[in-house]
């Protein structure tokens, strides 16, 4: 309706924008208040993967300088899907660097400079994060 400059659903388009916005919010609280100092990467599970790529940015930019920024969400067929943030030592863009440890642990993955995602079997997670700390390390 919005793209068709009808103004009939705007009222429901802003409850829909603000509700997403306030369950963003609740889970980077969540995320936040558990934050460990001596962290390299910031792992962190959400429920709802519609707000993984939000919650990974938001806290990239909180906590820029740090380590890659992990958001994973469970699927219903044993997979973790991952958006992830964070720049790299090398000149392969962090997309590149995904793609090619996801394809390693058997999933895919891909992206830009310094956003990425993958899906991966969850069984693999622990060894993916580890490869990816050791390269933007």
Known sequence: ELCMKSGTGLGRMWEIATAHRMA????????????????TARVYETQNPRLASDIADTIFR???????????ASGNDGSSLLSIR????GDEGLGMIVST????CGGYGGGHVTRAGATIATEFLPAFISRLVEVCS
Do not use: D, H, M, Q
Request: hydrophobic share 35%; glycine share 12%; proline share 6%.
């Open 86 to 89: 964070g720049t790299t030592n």
């Open 62 to 72: 909180s906590l820029e300088g740090t380590g890659p920024v992990i958001i994973s």
């Open 24 to 39: 963003v919010i609740a889970e980077i609280r969540s995320f936040l208040s558990g934050i460990k100092p001596e962290e």
């Open 101 to 104: 440890i996801a394809t390693e």
